[in-house]
């Protein structure tokens, strides 16, 4: 039987506030699987006209899949969520882009059919779960010299990066960090942020119990003279410091996908459409170039160009990283299209879990942006890759 491809909405996303992993941070005694229920309750709360047994599918990434992150955490989180029980769920894997794939997966779906409503996301708790916990690389990686030994190290990636683009210097990577920090910041006292937060019990053998209402990452005092003196990490007199980098997080991101027609038989307004998507693959000893091969496929599939383009989520893994898929756009460096709320190396970075916090971001942006028609969400990820998803504004003032 012919199938006929149905168009794909995104009606809704929350969050977790984001944490810094380790033992002082917010969610040092919270469970991962907790973080991400909580995402999955609050998105269905909001949204009431949508019956719990209509839901298809439950997808959730997470990069390190044991502990309270393994167990099929997709099944698991939708009975831990109170989902009804023939709702089935499956976990996902591809780095850093795990949310995005969990929304690009269920969104091909829905476009084929097979689904009308999924619920997609993703989790890291780095704190309990660094990031290449229990890996065992095979040894013919190295022994074949299939990749350099820095593809193993996403630090050193970021250095070779520099390297590559030798006009990206420290002080630039520093000055774009310095303005993530100042745009979330001010996006903060403008609330524009808080809506898609989630507040989060978390516990303190210390303590007692608490809430986490706010991102406990960001610094908004950020200078270039306080991020001077950090220290390179990953090279002697390197270029990568904590400061033009995204810390080690964690947090938890679900976002709601319908098809068109099934959104509006249901009552929930979309707030974007999914137009296409790709994934491309790179040297995984420069895997922060990967979003400008996954771009360039997606655009030239489209005909498009990234004139036609006014909003860019990019996610910060590091500053080289950004700046390097600008430099090859020639985007300026403070282009107003790009993160305008700022980005991870301020509000942090979860692994598995930030594709959907930059499609949360952008959704909001199309809401106060009615002139602008399409968006991306873009990122690089570990082992040599990248991922572009291409959005259309539900509100966009042209389509009326």
């Not at 959730?60 to 709702?87: E, H, N």
């Not at 003279?225 to 947090?251: C, I, M, Q, W, Y």
Request: with cysteine.
């Amino acid at each position: 039987m012919p199938r006929t491809a149905r168009d794909v909405v995104f009606v809704d996303g929350v969050r977790t506030p984001f944490g810094k992993a380790g033992p002082k941070g917010l969610y040092a005694q919270t469970r991962a699987d907790d973080m991400v229920v909580r995402a999955i309750r609050e998105l269905m709360r909001r949204n009431p006209s949508l019956p719990p047994e209509r839901v298809d599918e439950v997808a959730v990434a997470a990069t390190t899949q044991t502990g309270d992150q393994g167990l099929t955490i997709g099944r698991s989180a939708a009975v831990l969520a109170g989902l009804p029980k023939s709702v089935p769920g499956f976990a996902v894997d591809r780095m850093c882009a795990g949310a995005m794939t969990a929304v690009t997966t269920t969104g091909a779906g829905i476009a084929f059919g097979s689904y009308d409503v999924a619920i997609a996301g993703g989790v890291e708790h780095m704190g309990r779960h660094p990031m290449g916990e229990g890996v065992d690389p095979n040894p013919r990686f190295l022994a074949d010299k299939l990749v350099d030994p820095s593809a193993l190290v996403m630090g050193s990636t970021a250095e070779n990066l520099h390297d590559r683009f030798p006009g990206i210097t420290k002080e630039r990577a520093d000055a774009y960090a310095v303005r993530s920090q100042r745009k979330v910041a001010e996006a903060y006292a403008a609330r524009r942020i808080q809506p898609d937060l989630v507040p989060t019990a978390v516990r303190s053998a210390e303590l007692g119990w608490g809430l986490a209402t706010e991102d406990e990452p960001p610094r908004p005092g950020t200078t270039m003279e306080s991020l001077a003196s950090l220290k390179t990490p990953f090279r002697v007199h390197g270029n990568v410091t904590a400061g033009n980098a995204a810390g080690l997080n964690d947090g938890a991101t679900a976002c709601l996908l319908a098809a068109e027609d099934v959104a509006r038989e249901l009552g929930l307004a979309p707030r974007m459409r999914l137009v296409d998507f790709a994934f491309a693959g790179v040297e995984p000893e420069v895997m922060g170039v990967g979003p400008v091969p996954a771009t360039e496929k997606l655009l030239a599939r489209n005909a498009l160009t990234m004139d036609d383009i006014g909003l860019i989520e990019i996610n910060e893994a590091f500053a080289v990283q950004v700046l390097a898929f600008l430099e090859h756009f020639k985007i300026a460096d403070d282009d107003a299209r790009v993160n305008p709320w700022g980005g991870a190396i301020a509000l942090g970075h979860p692994l598995a879990s930030s594709g959907v916090r930059l499609m949360n971001q952008l959704s909001r942006l199309f809401e106060e942006r009615t002139d602008v028609r399409f968006g991306l969400t873009t990122m690089c990820v570990g082992m040599g890759m990248g991922g572009t998803v291409l959005w259309e504004n539900a509100n966009w003032e042209g389509a009326k």
